[in-house]
């Protein structure tokens, strides 16, 4: 009896709750459609590619990221530091790119690359630093070297 009446709950709401996903990824795809016109018509300027870098002062990275990662970035590159998005200014393009393509997982260290009329380029770097913590440094070594070839152009096969 139990089970007929969550199917029929389930049945008789489903025109409100269809209505509220249809809604919901109408609006996601509309954000998407926002960002990326904003990306390429202002964010960008008249580069052909730009790269967004969010790290923090994690002791697992800092060092490695600033010695590494961050003198080989393109001029035009946009760092964050999560440790400091307590001061960061929301609506930055900057930051709406940074907190809607890198999602909620795995985010920090992140390097995101933009290229005029095409989809961002996300590069995670938080497995791999994990990995290198425990000393397998090949996955670390190869998202970083792809990392920095998307970053400056030059697309590997």
């Keep these: ?54 790290y923090s002062d994690s002791p697992n990275w800092k060092a490695h990221v600033e010695a590494n990662i961050l003198p080989h970035l393109p001029q035009n590159s946009v760092v964050l530091n999560w440790s400091d998005r307590l001061s960061w200014n929301r609506f930055t393009v900057s930051v709406m790119l940074f907190r809607f393509f890198a999602g909620p997982k795995e985010f920090n260290p992140i390097g995101l690359v933009f290229e005029r009329f095409n989809v961002v380029k996300p590069f995670r770097f938080w497995q791999a630093f994990r990995d290198a913590k425990h000393g397998r440094e090949d996955a670390l070594r190869l998202v970083e070297s792809r990392f920095l070839d998307a970053a400056r152009g030059q697309h590997r096969v």
């Design 1 to 54: 009896m139990q089970r007929i009446l969550i199917l029929a709950a389930v049945v008789l709401t489903a025109p409100l709750w269809l209505t509220l996903l249809a809604v919901a990824m109408a609006f996601r795809a509309i954000q998407l459609l926002v960002l990326y016109g904003l990306a390429w018509g202002w964010w960008m300027g008249r580069d052909r590619r730009r790269v967004l870098f969010v």
